[in-house]
């Protein structure tokens, strides 16, 4: 959204820095799940203390959302300010982006299910590699198509704060029923 939000704003040039800052930050953090999930592998009790965590986790994020959906919307006239570091703001978000490392680990494991992945050099390499790639392409390509992801979305960016709120409950249901059943 960010990436779309820089591209309507500030331009295509903007959003390009804001993907390599980002794109940049995909690559300790591919590093870092490439290790968790050797190490998860290895320890599923681990796996399972995780999962009771991220129940907890998208309880929370589900309800955070809800109560974001319901608050009213206040226009803030926006004020001309110096100019942005858009690169700073790629690599700031990217860092505390919360998501990034367990998305790669599942991506990870879902490779690794297939023998599509093995834990040598080569693979990991071409894996961080890819998904370094794709984080600056995926982004570049929102930059590119914002206006048209603008008018087809319309009402869908409105109520963005209720649908996350309805993912992350299904997240955590579907945790639930997976633990229990």
Do not use: W
């Amino acid at each position: 959204m960010t990436a779309l939000k820089i591209s309507l704003e500030k331009g295509r040039k903007a959003t390009n820095s804001y993907a390599l800052g980002v794109a940049i930050i995909a690559i300790p953090q591919a590093i870092v799940a490439v290790i968790l999930t050797r190490y998860i592998a290895d320890n599923p009790i681990i796996l399972e203390t995780l999962e009771k965590a991220g129940i907890f986790i998208f309880i929370l994020l589900s309800y955070y959302f809800y109560r974001e959906s319901k608050k009213a919307k206040i226009k803030v006239e926006e004020v001309k300010t110096k100019k942005e570091n858009h690169f700073l703001t790629g690599i700031t978000l990217s860092v505390i982006n919360m998501f990034a490392i367990p998305f790669f680990c599942g991506i990870v494991l879902l490779l690794e299910t297939f023998e599509l992945f093995s834990f040598h050099f080569i693979p990991v390499f071409f894996f961080i590699l890819g998904s370094v790639i794709g984080t600056f392409y995926i982004l570049f390509l929102y930059g590119k198509y914002a206006k048209i992801i603008q008018r087809k979305t319309g009402r869908l960016t409105n109520d963005i704060n209720l649908i996350l709120s309805i993912l992350t409950a299904a997240v955590a249901v579907f945790t639930i029923l997976k633990l229990f059943f």
